[in-house]
């Protein structure tokens, strides 16, 4: 049943952000591999199928490849039907202009003749590349219910904020979860506000043609964005901008150690993401995940509080670490708090400590990665480490392909040699 056959959803999921590094080398953060088996996108994605949401485009424009795949024509999250689906909007050339995508609301500002078309009641914009478990539909009626332009969704954060977080002041209460926004700032250095912005936005169509048409870059900047540009807008403008309290668990993987904290928070005896509760759902088609054969583990093989999937083969050591599909780990080789993505294999008595290796690396055998209680150490993908090589913690090797020999100090910029 469709609960919200008038909402239409629009998931930003096209940027890219240095912060991560090699990780979106290759790929949009979006489609950044999550949590053993899943792309980050997919919470956006399994919210909106457990919301009744049936209907959404995603905006990308940052090597869409990864992305385009993983969406497939949108099986995974129930999309697919005579009046549901997932469109990929991508920049475009026209009469009138030629260019990319300029900023989170230039995006939408492209796309509003697709908004339009379809006739929505109520908009819904996210952002594709955060880790949390939401029922849309309690914001989406007290925004209809309200008559407000836009209504945001805040979550409770510690005063601050260091310039990670869009913060706002609400006239909320502390048992009430909806109310008008005072103020807002866009990623403020120091804040006294303690209500950081999801990126999750309802608009009617009307405000969202209106404000987002009219949008102007800041002074200095050329991107259009909706926390810097479109919200202080609305408000100086005297719309009727309202914030939605959301008190539940929220991931942010902007940064490499927001993505590290956020993966952790998988493991240990009560884990606060619970995957298979979130019903949290994936495209398995990719890389043929869904053909791959069970997880094997050899005799010598000692796995604990770890997550690994099925097509690994395990006759090391994994400990506090996720491990892909795929991912080979020979005998005498020790896996620690590291994050091991799709197909790598790690040889005979080689050692990852706090590693994020991205896909179809290999290591050698008696290699040394990172340092327990180090810096993390990232390895781009399709790097071979040739055996008995040792990187230093916090390294980053760039991606292949490759190889990498020698020894390498903390905190080294390593590529390969063809």
Known sequence: MRDHPGTLALVLAGGRVDDLGVLTWHRPKSAVPFGGLYRVIDFALSNLMHSGIDRAAVLSQ??????????????????????????????????????????????VRQNLDFVHSLAP??????????????????????HRESGADMTIAFTPVEPGGGGRY????????????????????????DSPYSWASMTVYCF????????????????GRETVEFGRDVIPAMLAAGADVRGYCFRGYWGYTRTVEE??????????????????????????APRAVCDR???LLGSSARVADSLVHHGCRINGEVVRSILFPGVVVEEGAVVRDSIVFHDCRIGRGAGLWR????????????????????????CGWRNRIAAGSVIGAGSVIHPGPGEVAGGYPDGSEIRGEE
């Open 62 to 107: 940052y090597r869409s490849r990864s992305l385009i795949e993983h969406l497939g024509r949108g099986e995974a999250w129930d999309m697919i039907g005579r009046h549901r689906g997932i469109t990929l909007l991508p920049p475009y050339t026209a009469p009138d202009r030629a260019c990319w995508y300029r900023g989170t609301a230039d995006a």
């Open 204 to 219: 009617t169509p009307a405000a969202l043609g209106r404000f987002v048409a009219a949008a102007e870059p800041s002074p």
């Open 166 to 189: 869009g913060l706002a002041a609400l006239d909320c209460g502390p048992d009430r979860d909806f109310g008008r926004v005072l103020d807002y700032r866009e990623k403020p250095e």
């Open 355 to 378: 590693v994020i290796a991205d896909e179809d690396v290999a290591v050698g055998a008696d290699a040394r990665l990172g340092r327990d209680g180090g810096a993390i150490t990232l």
């Open 293 to 295: 054969q069970p997880l």
């Open 259 to 284: 993505y590290w904290r956020t993966s952790r928070d998988l493991l240990g005896p009560s884990p606060a993401i619970d995957l298979d509760e979130w019903g949290v759902c994936t495209n398995l």
């Open 121 to 142: 009641e109520v908009v819904l914009i996210l952002s594709g590349d955060h880790v949390y478990r939401m029922d849309y539909r309690p914001m989406i009626a007290r």
